[in-house]
């Protein structure tokens, strides 16, 4: 049974930065691509960012030049490092795991952890 563990969330004023980390139990992160999504209210989910095996990095063109994407391997924790943060950035933050077998990304291999809040205000 894999878990995934979101944390780091908060509020924050714009500006400012948050570091989320995702945890995990029962797979090694570094097999497999992993990636952050958000979900504001009203709006369907979103990819924000995507770290692959081979070291590929992608990010939605909103957040590039503000956020990175990194794994910690000796931790086993993929880390989402937000900085210059906007009210728009607020919303509930999705670590996201593949375990398809075969390598292309089918969605029934998708696992999530439970969502952690970012706030963005003032």
């Known amino acids: 049974q894999v878990q995934l563990v979101e944390s780091g969330g908060g509020l924050v004023q714009p500006g400012g930065s948050l570091r989320l980390s995702c945890a995990g139990s029962?797979?090694?992160?570094?097999?497999?691509?992993m990636g952050w999504y958000r979900q504001a209210p009203g709006n369907q989910r979103e990819l924000v960012a995507s770290?692959?095996?081979?070291?590929?990095?992608n990010y939605v063109d909103s957040v590039k030049g503000r956020f990175t994407i990194s794994r910690d391997n000796a931790e086993n924790t993929v880390v989402l490092q937000m900085n210059s943060l906007k009210p728009e950035d607020t919303a509930v933050y999705y670590c996201?795991?593949?375990?398809?077998?075969?390598?292309?990304?089918?969605?029934?291999?998708?696992?999530w952890g439970q969502g952690i809040q970012v706030t963005v205000s003032s």
């Open positions: 029962k797979i090694i992160f570094s097999n497999y691509d």
């Open positions: 770290i692959y095996r081979g070291g590929q990095i």
């Open positions: 996201k795991v593949n375990l398809d077998p075969l390598r292309v990304s089918r969605p029934r291999f998708d696992y």
